[in-house]
């Protein structure tokens, strides 16, 4: 993995000035990947997409907030080379540089809670309000995660009424039409312990890139086991073909909305 300069952001709240890490490169090296979507891949950190201003403790939603530039951390508005100005790789001229850049925070990510305050209020778009209910059951979702990778058999921890909600709330948002968001309803359904709908859902054909999941959520449904659990992937099956006609994609790529 490898990290650029900080890009530096406009609060729209407070208007004060937060870092965004610059993750310029990544890889999947000993990655997992779980029945619920979620990529333990500590090279391959999940981005986010809500934060909290490090000042005025606002909820953004980032690519909403200003861009001012990538500024490192020994800049100084005499560093910059007026061609780099006029390129648009600096986004502020020197004479308008702020010295308050130089003392910027890195956003904070929202806990749990604070999640299901903003999905609380209501009034969300529907592919935010997926993308947060997603963010939400793999966060409640982490410590059976990390009790079953520490081999503790108390990692059968049944839902919580607020985490039955939540993902009872995400299938009503996902596309049965879609493959990936099929998989990821049998997935729900599953952990929910509705085991003969979880199977309706896997029925039928799937591409190539989801067989590694669809097989092991059919293996954990036989066995009435309703806990997230890794999937299965065998040595040298790191990537999957859709179609003759098609790129390669990871088969690690499912289950995940876009955010636009």
Request: glycine fraction near 6%.
């Amino acid at each position: 993995m490898r990290i650029g300069p900080p890009l530096i952001r406009r609060c729209s709240a407070c208007q004060g000035f937060f870092e965004e890490t610059n993750i310029q490169s990544t890889n999947t090296f000993g990655a997992c990947l779980w029945t619920d979507g979620r990529l333990m891949a500590s090279m391959c950190p999940v981005g986010d997409w809500l934060v909290k201003c490090p000042h005025c403790e606002a909820f953004l939603w980032i690519d909403e907030q200003e861009y001012l530039g990538e500024f490192p951390d020994d800049f100084y508005p005499d560093d910059i080379d007026p061609d780099d100005i006029e390129n648009g790789n600096f986004i502020l001229d020197p004479d308008d540089f702020d010295p308050e850049l130089k003392n910027a925070e890195h956003y904070e990510t929202p806990s749990t809670d604070e999640i299901f305050s903003v999905l609380e209020k209501g009034e969300l778009p529907e592919n935010k309000e997926r993308h947060l209910r997603v963010r939400v059951w793999w966060s409640e979702n982490n410590e059976r995660r990390y009790m079953f990778a520490d081999g503790f058999d108390d990692h059968e921890i049944p839902l919580s009424d607020r985490e039955s909600g939540n993902i009872k709330r995400l299938f009503g948002l996902l596309d049965h039409s879609g493959e990936e968001d099929r998989v990821m309803m049998a997935e729900i359904k599953r952990e929910l312990g509705e085991f003969e709908a979880a199977k309706e859902l896997l029925e039928g054909p799937f591409p190539r890139r989801l067989t590694f999941a669809v097989s092991t959520i059919k293996d954990l449904i036989d066995k009435q086991d309703p806990f997230v659990a890794p999937i299965i992937v065998p040595p040298g099956a790191e990537r999957e073909w859709n179609d003759e006609d098609e790129d390669v994609e990871v088969i690690y790529d499912v289950f995940v909305g876009d955010e636009d």
